[in-house]
């Protein structure tokens, strides 16, 4: 495609579910961000990759926060046992080498809900 | 690790007149400062960057200045329109990562 792609658009679940969310970054870009943004606030840094590796994990909130990238492409985020204050929009981004080279592309956003 | 503190939090200006927002850093070791826009319910997205080694770009209504010496770069927005009204969010780059300031919500009356 030709923009960043996150899916689920929209999830509700319950307190202690685990959810699964999917990025896919535009094509050939080597750089992936993961960023949270709760109501009115700002943009909180989760995770970043360069390829499949994860030079900075240092924004994960909790050990319950996991995220893989494959393939130098696709990422998924994994929350564990979700608790309320786990909701956000969870907004991911890619780029073509760095987030200090140049622009990040940020898909819509997966919005998560915890009952 | 880089923090960033961006002022104010809200703004309200008259169509027309001009817009300013600040942001400062803590690492001297970042040099890349983008700014993001966010209009009601879109992504952000890239609206003008500056790099280390320049104190001020320009792009028709926008402009932005960086003093690396005292750690802080400003938004300037001249001849406001409405469709300028957005969230408006600084960063700085630091080892890789982007980190963003809280953001200003910037109301242009009509």
């Known amino acids: 495609g030709a923009g960043v792609s996150q899916s689920p658009s929209n999830k509700v679940t319950e307190k202690g579910k685990d959810v699964e969310l999917r990025c896919d970054p535009i094509?050939?870009?080597?750089?992936l961000y993961w960023y949270r943004q709760s109501l009115g606030q700002g943009l909180e840094f989760l995770i970043y990759?360069?390829?499949?590796?994860?030079?900075?994990k240092s924004g994960l909130p909790s050990d319950r926060f996991s995220a893989e990238r494959t393939g130098g492409s696709v990422s998924t985020l994994t929350i564990q046992r979700t608790q309320q204050e786990d909701s956000a929009v969870y907004l991911c981004?890619?780029?073509?080498?760095?987030?200090?080279?140049?622009?990040?592309?940020f898909g819509e956003g997966s919005r998560l809900t915890v009952l | 690790g880089e923090n960033v503190e961006q002022h104010p939090s809200t703004l309200s200006v008259q169509e027309g007149d001009s817009a300013v927002i600040k942001c400062t850093y803590s690492?001297?070791?970042?040099?890349?400062f983008p700014w993001y826009k966010q209009e009601l319910g879109k992504r952000p997205q890239l609206i003008i960057d500056?790099?280390?080694?320049?104190g001020e770009k320009k792009d028709q209504r926008i402009a932005v200045t960086l003093n690396k010496t005292a750690k802080h770069f400003s938004l300037h927005i001249t001849e406001t329109q409405p469709e300028d009204s957005a969230v408006y969010f600084c960063?700085?780059?630091?080892?890789?990562?982007?980190?963003f300031g809280t953001g200003t919500r910037l109301t242009i009356i009509p």
């Open positions: 981004a890619s780029s073509l080498e760095g987030g200090n080279t140049g622009e990040l592309f």
């Open positions: 094509s050939g870009h080597t750089a």
């Open positions: 990759f360069q390829g499949n590796s994860a030079p900075d």
């Open positions: 690492d001297s070791a970042s040099n890349y």
């Open positions: 500056i790099r280390s080694n320049v």
């Open positions: 960063a700085a780059s630091w080892n890789e990562k982007l980190t």
